[in-house]
């Protein structure tokens, strides 16, 4: 005859699966937010039917790889000041500007030398295909 009555365990609560559960929770937070803000360029574009005139000559600018621009035939390294001052050349003239980018030049890079080329003060600005040799 048994004297003692059996010990009755306490059924714990794992934590396992709700660790499990706040992992996925911060990374669905993480990889659904946005450090930083989305910053957009304005392109002026002409109406439609009309072309812009410009009073001066077309500069051609050839984006390259390595940080390397091609204003007219000379090359410039990426934000020297010698490229500096002939984008102020170009706007002081009010030249027009055909940009162009070579196919192995990132997509980043060419947003950069735009949002520059307006920086420095340039109008007219058009984007051309890109070169591939």
Request: avoid cysteine; hydrophobic fraction near 40%; charge should be positive.
């Amino acid at each position: 005859m048994l004297l003692e009555m059996p010990k009755k365990h306490k059924h714990s609560i794992s934590i396992t699966p709700l660790i499990d559960v706040v992992f996925i929770l911060l990374l669905f937070f993480m990889l659904s937010s946005t450090f930083n803000p989305a910053k957009q360029i304005e392109l002026n574009t002409a109406p439609q039917g009309k072309a812009i005139k410009s009073s001066g000559i077309t500069q051609k600018i050839l984006l390259q790889a390595e940080d390397k621009v091609n204003i007219n035939g000379i090359t410039y390294l990426w934000g020297s000041s010698e490229m500096q001052s002939q984008l102020q050349t170009f706007s002081t003239n009010g030249d027009k500007v055909v940009l162009a980018a070579r196919s192995d030049v990132s997509v980043q890079s060419v947003i950069k030398l735009i949002d520059q080329v307006y920086a420095s003060g340039v109008k007219n600005l058009n984007i051309s295909e890109s070169v591939t040799r």
